[in-house]
């Protein structure tokens, strides 16, 4: 194509049009601090080339606007133009500044006149930037975090997984502190990192904030999350489209890794086998990799024995279930971007009832919603219906027998099932029976006289009281809790 340039007029069309799409997706501070002050003024060809000429006012102003918004300004323009987009930057020259200030000074003295735009008495608009703030500290900070922010929303990240958000407590303050230092240093730090426990507990939460740290620190980090399942998928499309050479290079040439629910691989051999490589070249080139699973690499089954010996070669690290304190801080951290008033009172008659972060964020969603559509009064009233909606929606069965719980629950309690059978009453092995006979009714949805069937002919009564007593200890318990959390995660993992 030979060297021309665009009318100004296509121009404009052009830069209004990109304008139109950075205002959706930056923040209106970000937007009018460094964006309108730097108009596009040429578009041209140079050889194959499309060059496109943006003006700012200032060398700094250029130079911010390059290094902090340019891949995304790209990005946009490319979209636009519908062809790859080379940007130059360049200072305004004093001619064209005077231009802009007196067609600037122009469009105030006409706006003075209309006391319906909102202006002040001053002819200057209350949202217009000071000449300060567009040279602040702050404002090169807000410009970072914006940028972060973008590409984290690309990559998949969740916005309100980061570690202000997160709470740290004994069951998970080591797990905190190794993502900590991870984000502040990936590669070199516990390579690979692998966080494995029950649902909600936080992992998912600390791997997607390692990646906003990582982006803060460098935006230009390329990261790649995924889960288990979509790995797995890819990697079939790749192969069943013969473009496996694609989805190579996204992985393996990564900055950092982020693998949620690694046991999905488990038992599909071409996927492990190209994981294999993947993790192999990544580490080799020491790329952090950040793994998350429901179990130690140990205890999923069908995971080759080559893998498994890699996944254990970094820092593995169990997150418990939530204790009461935590779910109570968690309760209050969460409620805040809601904008739901919940006091400690509150907060804790909630702790008590709910055992994970995930069921947490389920009842204050369903909060806000009675609160907002329903025009409901936050209240301890609200808050008790709430709950019992809530416990209403029966739990998922596990898919396993009456026979699975005793040998789980026995083999959890070091005991031998025939004792969990028997009508001993010491203290553990009673403990041991009446919390198998909870998790058959509660998961299993076994009758209770079926249930006592199994445990030495118990009368239905029996059992059910079985069941009242772990139900109220589990309440005030959290050991307790977090032993059935973890029969119930073993049984889940039951074929």
């Known amino acids: 194509m030979p060297s021309q340039d665009w009318s100004s007029d296509k121009v404009k069309e052009v830069w209004q049009t990109a304008c139109a799409q950075l205002e959706l997706e930056l923040s209106h501070g970000v937007y009018n601090t460094w964006i309108l002050p730097n108009p596009l003024t040429q578009v041209s060809f140079s050889g194959k080339k499309i060059v496109a000429t943006i003006i700012s006012p200032t060398g700094f102003h250029s130079t911010n606007l390059k290094n902090k918004l340019g891949a995304h300004l790209k990005k946009v323009l490319d979209g636009v133009i519908g062809k790859s987009v080379e940007i130059q930057y360049q200072v305004g020259d004093p001619l064209l500044r005077q231009r802009e200030r007196e067609s600037q000074a122009e469009d105030r003295k006409k706006s003075a006149t209309n006391s319906s735009n909102g202006l002040s008495h001053s002819g200057k608009s209350p949202q217009s930037p000071r000449v300060e703030d567009l040279f602040s500290e702050a404002s090169v900070e807000s410009i970072e975090k914006n940028q972060a922010q973008i590409r984290a929303k690309s990559i998949g990240l969740r916005q309100d997984y980061t570690f202000e958000t997160f709470a740290v407590s004994s069951s998970n303050e080591m797990a905190h502190a190794a993502a900590t230092a991870v984000s502040q240093n990936p590669g070199d730090a516990y390579n690979p990192l692998f966080l494995y426990g029950g649902v909600g507990v936080g992992k998912t939460h600390l791997m997607h904030a390692i990646g906003h740290n990582i982006l803060i620190e460098n935006p230009a980090a390329k990261i790649v999350y995924s889960t288990g399942e979509e790995f797995t998928n890819q990697i079939v499309n790749a192969i069943q489209t013969k473009k496996t050479i694609n989805f190579k290079n996204k992985y393996r040439t990564a900055d950092v890794l982020l693998l949620d629910d690694v046991q999905f691989i488990a038992g599909k051999n071409s996927v492990q086998e190209e994981f294999f490589h993947t993790f192999n070249a990544l580490t080799k080139n020491h790329k952090q990799i950040v793994l998350t699973s429901d179990r130690p690499p140990h205890e999923i089954l069908l995971l080759e024995g080559r893998l498994r010996s890699r996944l254990e070669a970094g820092l593995m690290i169990d997150i418990q279930q939530p204790s009461f304190e935590l779910r109570t801080a968690i309760l209050l951290i969460k409620s805040k971007p809601l904008?739901?008033?919940?006091?400690?009172?509150?907060?804790?008659?909630?702790?008590?009832?709910?055992?994970?972060?995930?069921?947490?964020?389920?009842?204050?969603?369903?909060?806000?919603?009675?609160?907002?559509?329903?025009?409901?009064?936050?209240?301890?009233?609200?808050?008790?219906?709430?709950?019992?909606?809530?416990?209403?929606?029966?739990?998922?069965?596990?898919?396993?027998?009456?026979?699975?719980?005793?040998?789980?629950?026995?083999?959890?309690?070091?005991?031998?099932?025939?004792?969990?059978?028997?009508?001993?009453?010491?203290?553990?092995?009673?403990?041991?029976?009446?919390?198998?006979?909870?998790?058959?009714?509660?998961?299993?949805?076994?009758?209770?006289?079926?249930?006592?069937?199994?445990?030495?002919?118990?009368?239905?009564?029996t059992v059910l009281h079985a069941y009242h007593k772990i139900q109220e200890m589990m309440l005030e318990d959290d050991s307790i809790q977090q032993e059935v959390s973890a029969i119930r995660m073993s049984l889940s993992g039951l074929r």
């Open 339 to 461: 904008n739901i008033p919940i006091s400690i009172e509150m907060a804790k008659m909630i702790a008590a009832r709910v055992d994970s972060a995930r069921k947490i964020g389920g009842i204050l969603n369903s909060l806000k919603s009675a609160i907002e559509l329903r025009g409901k009064e936050l209240s301890l009233e609200l808050i008790e219906q709430t709950l019992l909606t809530e416990a209403d929606q029966k739990r998922p069965r596990l898919n396993a027998k009456i026979q699975d719980v005793i040998k789980t629950v026995s083999d959890h309690y070091h005991l031998k099932q025939q004792a969990v059978k028997g009508k001993s009453r010491k203290k553990k092995i009673a403990l041991a029976r009446h919390v198998a006979m909870y998790v058959c009714k509660e998961d299993l949805g076994e009758p209770y006289a079926e249930i006592g069937r199994w445990f030495s002919s118990r009368d239905h009564s």
